[in-house]
Structures are given as C-alpha cells and as structure tokens.
C-alpha cells in the first residue's frame, strides 16, 4: 500500500472529526475514540475503590485510540457534493453497498471531489 497521500483533510463524520488521507488506490479515515486503560488501572483501583467513578478513571487512564476506515479507489463507483448549511458541504463518495459523507467547508468539497474523481478514473 502507497504511504503518502495525495490529499489530506479533516471532516465531520458521524458526528466526530476525523483526519481524511486520499492516497492512489484508497480513501482511510480515522475517528479518535477513548478508551479507559484498564491495565494500567489496576493498582489504581484498589487506592481508589472508595472514589468516585471519575477518580478512578485517572487511576486507570484514558486514552485515544484511532479507528481507522478504509475504502479501495476500485470500488467507488461515484462522487458527488450537495450543500449541508451555510458554510459545509458534503462530499458523498459512493460504493455499491454504502455511501460515506465527508462534511467539509463549500471551499474545499470541489476540489476533494475532483481529485477523487481523477483517481478513480486512473484505476
């Protein structure tokens, strides 16, 4: 798999930001979640057992794990923006069993829209 990416963007997806690259042969996002450490907590745990739930969380830790997503520029089969408010537009890269929308400035959807579309065309 190519590492550079061709275009990278951040857009609102499913109600979180996330870090978009568009590389030759893929589109990979990845939404940051947390995740409670529960092995570095374990210790922790038994000092805090009388605590709150939020003190036990700092015995325990959180930290942001990324979830990447994945889709191969072979099987997009369209790409379309259609406004979204006054300032976002959505860009809608389309497959045969699903349709993932990246929301992102009106500035930037017709220029992410063109680069998927070249490389879609170059598959």
């Given at each position: 798999m190519e590492t550079e990416a061709v275009l990278t963007f951040t857009s609102h997806i499913e109600g979180k930001n996330a870090k978009v690259h568009v590389y030759r042969d893929r589109i990979e996002w990845g939404k940051n979640r947390h995740v409670i450490n529960r092995a570095a907590g374990q210790a922790g745990r038994a000092v805090l057992a009388g605590s709150t739930f939020g003190l036990s969380l700092l015995g325990g830790g959180v930290s942001k794990v990324a979830s990447p997503?994945?889709?191969?520029?072979?099987?997009?089969t369209g790409v379309t923006t259609k406004r979204d408010g006054l300032i976002n537009s959505k860009v809608c890269v389309i497959t045969s069993g699903d349709t993932i929308e990246f929301r992102v400035s009106h500035g930037d959807a017709a220029n992410i829209k063109?680069?998927?579309?070249?490389?879609?065309?170059?598959?």
């Open positions: 997503d994945m889709i191969p520029m072979r099987q997009i063109n680069v998927i579309s070249q490389l879609m065309l170059a598959v």
